[in-house]
Structure formats: structure tokens, C-alpha cells
């Protein structure tokens, strides 16, 4: 049953630190995505990379996101620093063609 | 900029009704339209994709319909359960003015069916 893998599923952390998400897309898919749901923003697109080169990130905030492909495997998205307006669930998705997959999320809580 | 508005934003019906989910884009040159359903603290879940040649798709009970040309997509849910009780929403590809495959995604309809 293939299916995109997030982990962790939950992180609690404190104000200044950094926190790295990391996501197995779908094996065979050559497009991933990072998006961010929040109650007021609802879903919003962070990164989006295909054949694991970045594609789109202008709604990422650069000062503190990064996102990367360190192979076909993996995506990662991290801040640096850590603000507590950063809290929301973190969606990975992936696809190829035109169906995106979405993972289970990973809810950050930033105190 | 393409823009996506789900009508309405809740609903509530009781069960077996038949219902209609709207969606709206503000852009015609859509690539796709994917349905996706979401229920509490979960992942989001493919439904239907109607790519930009179809008009539309069925899977059981659900259909979904897309006119491209008055920007609407409809899904339609045959015999409601309350099992469907979730938050739909819809999401656009294209549209943005780059061949891109990214997901915009509308603000939701959450429905609840009742016993």
C-alpha cells in the first residue's frame, strides 16, 4: 500500500529552536509539495519541487524555511528559528502527473 | 491570481439526503481539479481527479463535474452517510500562469450528516 510517509507526526518545541520534517514521497513520484493548514489560512503552498529540483517556493518565508531533496526519498522542511506563529500542520504530498498524494501531516506546536 | 471559493462552508443534512458541494475558480486555464476529503486531524484524501479534457468523474456514490469555462466544479454525494461526515475541499492546478502541477486549494465545505 504505498503511501506518503511523514515524520514526526507531532513536535511540541520551544520558541529559537529549529525543527526538521521529513516526508518519503510516493516511490515512482517525481513531484513533491510542502503545504501548511492553519484555521485562518486554511492550506498554503511552501515549496514544490520536481525531479527533486525546487520548482516554486515563494510562499516560504526564506528567512527561516528551507526546503531540500537530499535524494528521491527524501524531503526535508525545516525553520530556523522556530516562532510560535509557525504552528500549524505540515503537509507533504507527492505525485506524477496529475494526482497529488497526501501524507498523514506533521502538527507543530511552537510555546 | 487564481483564486478557489468552496460554497457552502458547513452543511448539515440528515442521512440519505443527496447533496451538492460547490466550487468555484476565478481563472478558466486549469490543468485539473481534484476533490480531496479530510476528516478531523487526518490527511487529506484523493476523491476524484477531472483532468482539464473530461468533464467529469465517478467513483460510487460521489460524482464530480467540471465546466472550465464558467469556472464551477460540482460534487455530488448520492445517499448521504454519516460516514461522509468530513471536510471536502476542492484544489485547482493552473491557472497561475506557469506550467506548473502545484495544488490550489479552496477554503472547504465541512459537512456533517445525521443519523
Known amino acids: 500500500d504505498a503511501r506518503v510517509t511523514q515524520t514526526p507526526r507531532h513536535k511540541v518545541t520551544e520558541m529559537g529552536q529549529e525543527v526538521t520534517m521529513r516526508c518519503q514521497p510516493i516511490l515512482g513520484h517525481n513531484t513533491v509539495f510542502w503545504y501548511r493548514q492553519t484555521m485562518m489560512q486554511g492550506l498554503e503552498l511552501l515549496a514544490y519541487f520536481r525531479n527533486r529540483a525546487p520548482l516554486d517556493d515563494s510562499g516560504m518565508p526564506k528567512d527561516r524555511f528551507s526546503a531540500e531533496m537530499p535524494d528521491a526519498t527524501l524531503a526535508t522542511l525545516k525553520i530556523q528559528p522556530s516562532e510560535p506563529r509557525d504552528s500549524a500542520v505540515y503537509f507533504c504530498?507527492?505525485?506524477?502527473?496529475?494526482?497529488?498524494?497526501f501524507g498523514q501531516g506533521t502538527r507543530l506546536t511552537v510555546v | 491570481k487564481q483564486e478557489v471559493t468552496q460554497i457552502p462552508a458547513a452543511l448539515s443534512v440528515p442521512e440519505g439526503e443527496n447533496l451538492v458541494l460547490n466550487c468555484s475558480f476565478t481563472?478558466?486555464?486549469?490543468?485539473?481539479l481534484q476533490w480531496f476529503r479530510q476528516d478531523p486531524g487526518k490527511g487529506l484524501t484523493s476523491l476524484l481527479l477531472i483532468q482539464s479534457s473530461q468533464r467529469e468523474q465517478t467513483s460510487g456514490r460521489l460524482n464530480a463535474s467540471l465546466d472550465k469555462s464558467s469556472g464551477r466544479s460540482t460534487l455530488y454525494i448520492a445517499a448521504s452517510q454519516p460516514g461522509d461526515s468530513a471536510t471536502y475541499l476542492c484544489a485547482v492546478t493552473g491557472g497561475d500562469g506557469g506550467a506548473t502541477n502545484k495544488l490550489i486549494f479552496g477554503t472547504g465545505t465541512l459537512l456533517a450528516v445525521q443519523p
Open positions: 504530498a507527492s505525485g506524477f502527473g496529475a494526482e497529488a498524494f
Open positions: 481563472d478558466s486555464a486549469i490543468y485539473n
